[in-house]
């Protein structure tokens, strides 16, 4: 079961556009629409021609609302030329009659690609991809490079491991305090996440001494 904390391990293409623009992460329960944002009726497909910002198109929203819109298509903006760039990479389904949909990166993007924020598809020419997705761990190393080494700005950073960094992402994540200690089960299945996402083999014993050690020695006297 998914911790109510958990941070996707992917993007839509909206929720990359609002990591650019306010660094929300794509959590279940962080999401623009809490704070009051019409967001779908706000990101039309196409946003480098349409008049967005008219008076008829957004004449029913709210400051906040408008503030809103002009972040996320600068957002879509940068997303766009990074797309180009392949500095970040993407995957889409394309339906096709004799085969299964299924998700593929989709390589070789033009400039000429056109997102479509609201529906999340991405169109290279006649080709369109869709339920899109972006790893939110490339995405935090092209847009925020700092977010990623949060954890070691305490310290000099001149060596670390994939355990390391593990055990960082898990703190940060987890917002673990030494006011909120969460179970070790929830931290031993977190990092066995983690470990295949970081293309290490996941070991039971292993995650369960890492979680351990993240803990503070008074939490683990119950042995929680």
Request: aromatic share 8%; charged share 20%; proline share 6%.
């Amino acid at each position: 079961m998914k911790h109510k904390t958990e941070i996707f391990e992917n993007c839509t293409l909206q929720q990359a556009c609002e990591w650019i623009a306010y660094k929300i992460p794509p959590m279940e329960q962080i999401r623009a629409n809490a704070l009051g944002f019409k967001r779908h009726a706000l990101l039309h497909p196409d946003f480098e021609t349409t008049p967005i910002f008219s008076e008829i198109a957004l004449r029913f929203t709210t400051q906040a609302d408008k503030d809103y819109s002009k972040q996320i298509y600068d957002a879509a903006a940068k997303l766009k030329l990074a797309l180009y760039d392949g500095d970040i990479n993407a995957f889409g389904v394309v339906s096709t009659p004799d085969k299964q949909p299924q998700h593929q990166q989709i390589t070789n993007i033009p400039n000429t690609v056109k997102l479509n924020i609201g529906k999340n598809t991405i169109q290279i020419n006649d080709t369109t991809y869709t339920d899109i997705y972006i790893p939110f761990r490339n995405l935090k190393h092209a847009f925020c490079p700092a977010y990623a080494e949060t954890a070691f700005n305490a310290i000099e950073k001149r060596y670390s491991t994939p355990y390391m960094e593990i055990m960082v992402e898990v703190i940060n994540e987890l917002k673990i305090t030494d006011t909120n200690q969460p179970l070790k089960k929830i931290l031993t299945d977190v990092i066995i996440q983690k470990m295949t996402e970081h293309g290490l083999r996941p070991s039971q014993s292993l995650a369960e001494y890492m979680a351990t050690i993240i803990r503070l020695p008074e939490s683990q006297k119950g042995h929680a």
